[in-house]
């Protein structure tokens, strides 16, 4: 069975987000969205960090969300719940996922080059080919992950779980 996800413009997700919503479950972005193309994405990025306190207990919530190829150089999205998220060859370099729930993500040829993902949970996900080139993934959960051919050149693995990751081919 398949969900049928609703589609959104990016301009409209990023508009909701401002107004306060927070649940984006089942949204699929027009494919390829320059997110931090925008012309309000450095709104949004200012507006959630004043908000950051709050973003603990009430994350944006993406779970179960199409965002493929998402352009979001530097995002800020500290604790987001996107679980099994579609974010295959999305670039999110620089981004910030601390403590972020990625779990069955798939991740697939996401370019991750020094995103903060500091304890988040990409178990069972999705990170072959991806690159994280001096990524924090420090006390990431990564119980799993597959990992196949991913870049992990400079990664910070310290207290990472990588039990029962799917590592062959990864470059560390």
Same mark, same amino acid.
């Given at each position: 069975? !398949?969900? $049928?996800?609703?589609? &959104? ?11 306060? $919503? ?5 949204? *699929? ?10 012309? +309000?994405?450095?709104?949004? $990025? ?9 973003? #603990? $207990? ?9 965002? !493929?190829? &998402?352009?979001?150089?530097? %995002? ?10 579609? %974010? *295959?060859?999305? +670039? ?12 069955? !993500?798939?991740?697939? #040829?996401?370019?991750?080059? #020094? ?5 988040? +949970? ?29 870049? %992990? ?17 990864? #470059?560390?």
């Amino acid at each position: 069975m !398949t969900t $049928q996800l609703t589609n &959104m413009r990016g301009e409209e997700f990023v508009m909701r987000i401002l107004a306060g $919503q927070r649940g984006f479950s089942g949204i *699929q972005l027009e494919p390829n969205f320059n997110l931090a193309g925008c012309e +309000d994405f450095f709104k949004m $990025q200012i507006y959630l960090r004043e908000n950051a306190t709050n973003l #603990r $207990q009430f994350p944006l919530i993406l779970d179960g969300s199409d965002l !493929t190829g &998402m352009i979001a150089y530097g %995002l800020y999205w500290p604790f987001v719940s996107g679980k099994k998220v579609k %974010l *295959q060859r999305a +670039d999110l370099r620089e981004a910030n996922f601390r403590e972020a729930n990625f779990r069955g !993500t798939n991740l697939e #040829r996401a370019d991750l080059e #020094r995103a903060n993902l500091w304890k988040a +949970d990409l178990g069972v996900a999705n990170l072959v080919r991806a690159n994280l080139w001096k990524a924090n993934l420090w006390k990431a959960n990564l119980r799993g992950a597959y990992l196949e051919g991913a870049n %992990l050149r400079e990664a910070y693995l310290a207290g990472a779980n990588l039990e029962r990751a799917y590592l062959e081919g990864a #470059r560390p």
